[in-house]
């Protein structure tokens, strides 16, 4: 025994001469280097420059005693001497440390948000909250010791709402990073909320859920009190106030109100008077006896509903239509006293065609009887005994002095000239464009001795009305001039690109455009009645534009005799009308 004992001693200062040797033989650790901090708060970033020529690493972490987590580069001098750290949050124990890449090597620490404020606004925006049975438990990045917080209760409202209720201070006890406070006597509702204060900054967090809530209130506004209704599994008594939100707190107003639910499942209400209904008051329910901490902060919907609103404005659109339609129903000249032309109306045919000149003669008969227009064209102007009564007609005057006349004298009045185009007239107007402008006698005998009249007049008449375009697009001068095509008879590309800077109208369609441009702009409306007169404008013309869609229907061929009707495709606008789908064939 005695021998084993002698031999461990041996062993033993064996052992501690060999660390003593190598204790000696170890080198001095080489001091931290030496470098300097450049903080941007805005851009949560820190640059770091280094005072020496050796490779370095470069970290920040959370000093909490020891430098924790955070996060590492290394930086080599010989190619840049400083390198840029980006964080997460400024934080007040955020610190820098530089040290050499050897083993063990010394570290020098800074940390540049120590004191400052701004740094403690991210405390709590970086921090969280737990939830235990009796308690909320927060944690953050930084120790709590150094950390002014404060606690208490808030009733959240909205997203971004939490107003605080009064009297709810909360202490909380402080262990590291840790601080936990007690919710044993907190009515935990959804809505109820732990509100943390630091310096400036504020967040709450609503971590109780619905399943831990103990008893229910709602409120019912009426004329001259708020009622409040309770539910309770639980005998408790309860009590009310009226209060009114002021910079996130409610300020109470009146009396408190109390009642004493009794037994399981217990009901009753509550009747809080209103004082001051302009005041647009909250209501503050509570648990006060057994008490509870926080009160609910219950406001009545004070804004008109969304039933209502729409109830007003279909009885006021209801309204407005009534008395249009009275207006409408009352009077035969609703029509013309707003859609009245009192400029007159010149009207040239491209083509004889049966379709075309009952199309023609549809539009005249609508601009003329029911707008009150003075309508001339060829086919009403044929004697001066014509209807029209427009003074000398085509027979006495021939085609083209009574159509330069006319031209004249409807732009002299400030008249509209409506050039209507078929697929005839591109065929004229290409044998026009060939053969240039004709002298008049050329034109008068264009016709041939064996043409009916209507051939002999429309075609020449046409011909002629295609030098004024062509004079009025010289002159750059518009002089009220309209193409217009029918549905079905004609299409916008069948009108020479020249002529398509003229406004192009296709009938039915385009009819209330029309109407607007040959009733004129009304500068007697004031700006505020505009809006109206526009809409009536808009119901009035497409009124006569389903009269003209009508008139042009009961116009069209229909053939019980063994007549043939034969169906041309429709082009141009929509919807197509039936007549101007179809065209006669005589056999």
């Avoid at 004079?471 to 001068?477: M, T, V």
Wanted: glycine fraction near 4%; proline fraction near 5%.
């Amino acid at each position: 025994m005695f021998f084993v004992v002698e031999l461990a001693f041996v062993i033993f200062l064996s052992t501690l001469d060999s660390f003593q040797t190598t204790k000696t033989r170890e080198k001095p650790r080489a001091p931290p280097p030496k470098f300097h901090l450049s903080v941007n708060g805005t851009s949560k970033s820190i640059l770091v420059t280094v005072e020496t020529e050796r490779e370095v690493k470069i970290r920040w972490c959370y000093q909490h005693g020891i430098c924790v987590e955070g996060h590492s580069i290394t930086l080599n001098p010989a190619k840049a001497t400083s390198a840029l750290l980006s964080l997460p949050h400024v934080l007040p124990c955020i610190c820098v440390q530089v040290y050499y890449t050897s083993t063990d090597a010394k570290r020098n620490s800074m940390c540049p948000f120590v004191d400052s404020l701004n740094a403690a606004r991210d405390v709590l925006p970086s921090s969280d909250v737990a939830l235990y049975n009796s308690s909320l438990r927060w944690k953050s990045l930084c120790p709590t010791k150094n950390l002014q917080i404060s606690a208490s209760l808030c009733w959240k409202h909205q997203a971004q709402l939490c107003t605080r209720v009064s009297n709810t201070t909360l202490k909380g006890t402080k262990a590291g990073s840790v601080i936990t406070y007690d919710t044993s006597s907190v009515d935990k509702h959804p809505q109820m909320c732990l509100q943390l204060s630091l310096h400036q900054s504020q967040r709450s967090f609503c971590n109780f859920t619905a399943d831990m809530s103990t008893w229910e209130a709602f409120i019912e506004p009426s004329q001259r009190s708020v009622f409040v209704h309770l539910r309770s599994p639980a005998s408790a008594a309860f009590s009310a106030q009226l209060c009114v939100l002021r910079n996130e707190r409610c300020a109470a107003r009146g009396a408190i109100v109390s009642v004493r639910l009794e037994g399981k499942d217990g009901a009753n209400t509550l009747a809080v008077p209103l004082h001051d209904i302009a005041d647009r008051p909250c209501v503050q329910v509570w648990r006060s006896d057994p008490a509870l901490q926080g009160r609910r902060i219950l406001c009545p919907d004070y804004s008109p509903s969304k039933s209502s609103l729409i109830a007003v404005a279909a009885l006021f659109a209801f309204t407005i239509l009534v008395l249009l339609v009275i207006c409408c129903r009352s009077s035969a000249r609703c029509t013309a006293d707003w859609l009245h032309i009192q400029e007159p109306v010149l009207l040239v045919c491209s083509s004889d065609q049966p379709p075309q000149i009952s199309a023609v003669s549809a539009l005249a008969s609508v601009l003329q009887g029911e707008l009150g227009a003075t309508v001339h064209m060829t086919l009403w102007s044929k004697s001066s005994g014509s209807p029209s009564g427009s003074g000398a007609g085509v027979a006495d005057l021939g085609p083209l002095p009574w159509l330069y006349g006319q031209w004249d004298a409807v732009q002299e009045a400030d008249g509209s000239i409506l050039i209507i185009w078929s697929p005839e007239a591109k065929q004229v107007y290409r044998k026009w464009k060939e053969m240039g402008r004709a002298s008049d006698e050329e034109m008068k005998t264009c016709g041939g001795e064996d043409e009916d009249y209507d051939t002999a007049v429309i075609r020449p008449v046409f011909t002629a009305a295609l030098s004024c375009l062509k004079g009025a697009l010289q002159e750059s001068k518009s002089q009220r001039v309209s193409i217009v095509y029918f549905e079905g008879l004609g299409h916008r590309k069948d009108i020479p690109k020249p002529f398509r800077s003229f406004p192009c109208y296709c009938i039915p369609q385009h009819f209330s455009g029309l109407l607007q441009e040959l009733a004129g702009k009304r500068s007697n409306v004031s700006s505020r009645w505009r809006c109206w007169t526009r809409l009536l404008l808009k119901m009035l013309s497409l009124k006569l534009s389903r009269q003209l869609q009508r008139r042009l229907t009961m116009l069209s061929p229909e053939t019980n005799d063994g007549g043939t009707v034969a169906k041309t495709k429709a082009i141009g606008c929509s919807p197509l009308i039936s007549y101007l789908r179809r065209t006669r064939v005589e056999t």
